[in-house]
T-cell receptor
Framework: GDSVTQMEGPVTLSEEAFLTINCTYT??????LFWYVQYPGEGLQLLLK?????DKGSNKGFEATYRKETTSFHLEKGSVQVSDSAVYFC????????????FGGGTRVLVKP | GAVVSQHPSRVICKSGTSVKIECRSL??????MFWYRQFPKQSLMLMAT?????????EQGVEKDKFLINHASLTLSTLTVTSAHPEDSSFYIC?????????????FGSGTRLTVV
C-alpha cells in the first residue's frame, strides 16, 4: 500500500548547522509530496510541497526536491535556528485516492543555541 | 489564507462521558474534512473522511459507533468521542481542503488534546 518512510529522530543540531531529513515514498499513483511542521502543542503547518518529478518546494530556507528516480523527497536547510525546533512530517497524497494524505512517522528536530 | 479553527484545544473528561470536537473552516467552504489521531511522539493516523451531507468514510479499524462524525454544513465538521475511556486519550487533528486553492491546499486545525480520566 501507500507509505512514507522518513528518518527517525530525534535529530539534535547546533544553531547554523546543516539539516537533512530523509524521506522516501511509494510511487503508485503519481503522488504529490509535502513537508509539514508541527510545533509543540500545535497542529500541522504546510512547510512546502511539490506536485511532480523534479519540482523543488521551498519555504523559510527549507528545500526539498521531488526525485522520481530515487522516490525521495529529502528536506534540507542550510543553517538552522533554534526556532526550527519542531517535528517534521513528510507526506504523500494522490487525488485518485480521495485526496487522502499518508504521513511518515515524523522526525523531531532539536536545535540548540 | 485558509484557516481551520478547531475547538476545544484541550479537554479533560471522565471515563464514560462523551466529548465533542469542532472543526470549522473560517473563510472557505469545505465539502471534505479529515480527522486524524496522533499518539505521543508518533505520526498522524487518518481516522475518517468527513463528507458534507453524507456519511463519513472510516478507515479500517476505526470504530464508527465510538467516533461519531457529523458534517452538517460546508464549514463545520464535528467528531464526538462517545463513552470515552483512558485509551482514547490522544491528540486529535482535523484538516480541510480549500477547493479554491491549487494542488491540494490542505489546512490543519491546531488540534485537540483529549485526556480521559
Amino acid at each position: 500500500g501507500d507509505s512514507v518512510t522518513q528518518m527517525e529522530g530525534p535529530v539534535t543540531l547546533s544553531e547554523e548547522a546543516f539539516l537533512t531529513i530523509n524521506c522516501t515514498y511509494t510511487a503508485t499513483g503519481y503522488p504529490s509530496l509535502f513537508w509539514y511542521v508541527q510545533y509543540p502543542g500545535e497542529g500541522l503547518q504546510l512547510l512546502l510541497k511539490a506536485t511532480k518529478a523534479d519540482d523543488k518546494g521551498s519555504n523559510k530556507g527549507f528545500e526539498a526536491t521531488y526525485r522520481k528516480e530515487t522516490t525521495s523527497f529529502h528536506l534540507e536547510k542550510g543553517s538552522v535556528q533554534v526556532s526550527d525546533s519542531a517535528v517534521y512530517f513528510c507526506a504523500r497524497g494522490v487525488k485518485a485516492a480521495g485526496n487522502k494524505l499518508t504521513f511518515g512517522g515524523g522526525t523531531r528536530v532539536l536545535v540548540k543555541p | 489564507g485558509a484557516v481551520v479553527s478547531q475547538h476545544p484545544s484541550r479537554v479533560i473528561c471522565k471515563s464514560g462521558t462523551s466529548v465533542k470536537i469542532e472543526c470549522r473552516s473560517l473563510d472557505f467552504q469545505a465539502t471534505t474534512m479529515f480527522w486524524y489521531r496522533q499518539f505521543p511522539k508518533q505520526s498522524l493516523m487518518l481516522m475518517a473522511t468527513s463528507n458534507e451531507g453524507s456519511k463519513a468514510t472510516y478507515e479500517q479499524g476505526v470504530e464508527k459507533d465510538k467516533f461519531l462524525i457529523n458534517h452538517a454544513s460546508l464549514t463545520l465538521s464535528t467528531l464526538t468521542v462517545t463513552s470515552a475511556h483512558p485509551e482514547d486519550s490522544s491528540f486529535y487533528i482535523c484538516s480541510a481542503r480549500d477547493p479554491g486553492s491549487r494542488n491540494y491546499g490542505y489546512t490543519f486545525g491546531s488540534g485537540t488534546r483529549l485526556t480521559v480520566v
